[in-house]
């Protein structure tokens, strides 16, 4: 059984950090390029940030720039997501996804990050 669970959403102030992790069963996690989703209230999923299988390429979406960093441990099994500089519009919900070359994907259930005063 495949899964992703994502953990360390919550409430934080503008101009706060937060890191967010995935960890993954059920795949052979090196064989998976990882990726962080994102769903506002409203508004369509987008990608946020992808890393390759062996971690050595990365790519984040405009909007957070400078300010997130994907990163991976294949040994652990696990996917990070550091958000620095918070801003009131990254409030969402955000996803851990897997895919292969093959086609195959798999998703998480989200966690929710709210940055508000």
């Known amino acids: 059984q495949v899964q992703l669970v994502e953990s360390g959403g919550g409430l934080v102030q503008p101009g706060g950090s937060l890191r967010l992790s995935c960890a993954v069963s059920?795949?052979?996690?090196?064989?998976?390029?990882m990726n962080w989703y994102r769903q506002a209230p409203g508004k369509e999923r987008e990608l946020v940030a992808r890393?390759?299988?062996?971690?050595?390429?990365?790519k984040n979406a405009d909007s957070v720039k400078g300010r997130f960093t994907i990163s991976r441990d294949n040994a652990k099994n696990m996917v990070y997501l550091q958000m620095n500089s918070l801003k009131p519009e990254d409030t969402a919900v955000y996803y851990c996804?897997?895919?292969?070359?093959?086609?195959?994907?798999?998703w998480g259930q989200g966690t929710q990050v709210t940055v508000s005063s």
């Open positions: 059920g795949i052979t996690f090196s064989s998976y390029a």
């Open positions: 890393i390759a299988r062996a971690g050595h390429t990365t």
């Open positions: 996804s897997a895919d292969n070359i093959y086609g195959s994907s798999y």
